[in-house]
């Protein structure tokens, strides 16, 4: 009987020990990969950098170059990006050696509608370019304004807004004070699970004007709008070009399987009063949300992007199809 009681002792202290390992063995893996997205979300903010440096020596140069006419887009002269590899609002993916990768992002600020700097006709007439129906552009606008502004008197009409959202069956109120963060827009009455996805990569808190720029846009949101923009039109007025400051960066760590490992979003700023240095509002996990352009991992091969190359030589990473050069030329890059 002894023999028995302390053949399954060993035996349960042998469980939990390997219960114990591997926990540990998790913990690990966890810190690590955050330690890895963290590095990539710093990395992107390094490129934030760039674009912001690249824009405050256009703006300071009499005669800045711009692209031929014939090129030029509806919304004007295309503004030069300065990191080769990268492009407005869409998503870059670096796949590694041992198939595990980076998404990578940067959103201009610039190219959204302020909730707390918008008037209620910019929204009106954004959200309308955007191809949301009438009623429901009419409502929005008056629900961010509500939420904003600091009495209880909506926008529509009627008793108050305290009571159309309980109306609404909302157990919050409006905070009758400014946006602290975009993801505050699900708060609203009209708007649904529906209309948070489709509302959500058009608003942010931290353009910090009364304006949009197209050409920033992220690709699928771009296309929400008419190709042209009409320079008679209702959205012209609200347009103009960014001043490359305020950038969100989002950066994700895959796994070999494509489910995510880890993500990073933060909220940063170059303050030309502070020699450009870029000042972090917001970090945070990457929620998923966030995450407008969904990536199909499987079959992506190991990039060889000069963003990745740069990247992997900043983390100390490998990747397929990265010669030994380019390696060497990412490096003296980032001693820069």
């Known amino acids: 009987m002894a023999a028995a009681l302390f ?31 963290d590095g990539a979300a710093l990395f992107m903010v390094d490129r934030a950098r760039d674009l912001a440096s690249l ?10 170059m711009t692209a ?3 090129a030029e887009p509806a919304e004007g002269p295309r503004r030069p990006t300065g990191v080769a590899g990268l492009r407005d609002g869409a998503v870059l993916s670096c796949t590694l050696a041992d198939k595990r990768g980076f998404d990578l992002r940067l959103v201009d600020q610039a190219g959204l509608i302020d909730l707390n700097a918008a008037p209620q006709e910019m929204i009106v007439d954004v959200l309308t370019g955007a191809g ?3 009623s429901l552009t009419q409502a929005l606008a ?60 058009l608003v942010t808190t931290f353009n910090g004007t009364a304006s949009v720029d197209f050409a920033v846009m992220a ?8 190709r042209r923009i009409d320079p008679l039109g209702p959205l012209a007025r609200w347009r103009q ?8 960066v989002e950066a994700t760590l895959r796994r070999a399987d494509g489910s995510r490992a880890a993500g990073r979003f933060a909220l940063v700023t170059f303050d030309p009063a502070h020699a450009g240095r870029p000042i972090i509002a917001q970090w945070q996990a990457l929620p998923e949300i966030e995450t407008v352009e969904p990536i199909e991992v499987a079959v992506q ?17 490998e990747t397929y199809g990265t010669s030994a050069a380019a390696i060497s030329t990412a490096s003296s890059a980032i001693a820069r």
């Open 132 to 134: 949301f129906e009438p």
């Open 219 to 226: 690709p699928r949101v771009r296309a929400l709008f008419p």
């Open 241 to 248: 070009p960014t001043p490359r400051r305020s950038f969100a």
């Open 55 to 64: 824009a405050a020596g256009a703006r300071a140069d009499p005669e800045p």
């Open 142 to 201: 008056g629900q961010i304004i509500d939420f904003r502004d600091q009495d209880d008197v909506p926008q529509a009409g009627g008793a108050s807004e305290r009571a159309a959202y309980a109306q609404a069956g909302l157990s919050w109120t409006p905070r009758n004070g400014a946006f602290l963060a975009a993801a505050e827009i699900a708060q609203l009455p009209s708007v649904t699970s529906d209309v948070l996805v489709r509302l959500r990569p």
């Open 301 to 317: 091969p190991p990039s060889a992007s000069p963003v990745c190359a740069t990247l992997a030589a900043a983390l100390a990473l």
């Open 68 to 70: 031929p006419a014939a």
């Open 7 to 37: 053949t399954a002792a060993s035996a349960s202290f042998a469980v939990r020990s390997r219960l114990l390992a591997m926990q540990e063995s998790n913990r690990e893996t966890f810190a690590r990969d955050e330690a890895l997205v």
